[in-house]
């Protein structure tokens, strides 16, 4: 059997450290991935039912008139709002 020459061999080898080198920077960036709190999962939910209710405002004021509709507005725009200061709250958080 012959025996490679030495820059085939050595070629092979740096690139091999190369494949090395990458792997490993890639499992210590995936590893360093900032993990999501329970605090930060409530707090955008609570942003979600925020949005979710502004939305259900818009359009129930387009599609129908019901009987005093400054009740909904008042009602519906303040519990967004305190949704979405509470869920501020939980996402900024620290524990």
Known sequence: ????????????????????????????????????????KIGDWLMDVAKYIVTAIIITSFLGSFGEPWKVY???ISIAFASFIVGIFYINKKL
């Open 1 to 40: 059997m012959k025996k490679l020459p030495k820059i085939i061999t050595q070629n092979f080898n740096k690139k091999n450290l190369a494949n090395k080198k990458n792997s490993c920077n890639f499992a210590k960036r995936f590893n360093q991935r900032k993990e999501a709190t329970i605090n930060e």
């Open 74 to 76: 008042v009602l519906g």
